[in-house]
């Protein structure tokens, strides 16, 4: 077994490195996006009751509409993973 130091200057000796794994990105934007909805929900009940600062609804709200670009950018790279 090669030294650290070893492989370290010769990375070619090196085993390749396993393919990244598969993962839906439209599924975990949508969790996002469900997340930021909830927290959303509950800052402008908080602001209502005057419990919480209009920079937090707003904080939320910026975390849900992020994810729509986030989702298109999903979906339309969802075929550029083949392999």
Do not use: Q, Y
């Amino acid at each position: 077994m090669p030294s650290f130091v070893s492989l370290l200057a010769h990375p070619e000796k090196r085993r390749p490195s396993p393919p990244p794994p598969r993962a839906d990105l439209t599924r975990v934007v949508l969790l996002g996006m469900g997340a930021w909805a909830v927290a959303l929900v509950v800052t402008l009940i908080l602001f209502a009751r005057d419990s919480a600062s209009l920079l937090a609804v707003l904080t939320c709200a910026a975390g849900f509409l992020l994810g729509g670009p986030g989702l298109l950018w999903a979906r339309r790279h969802r075929n550029d993973r083949s392999g």
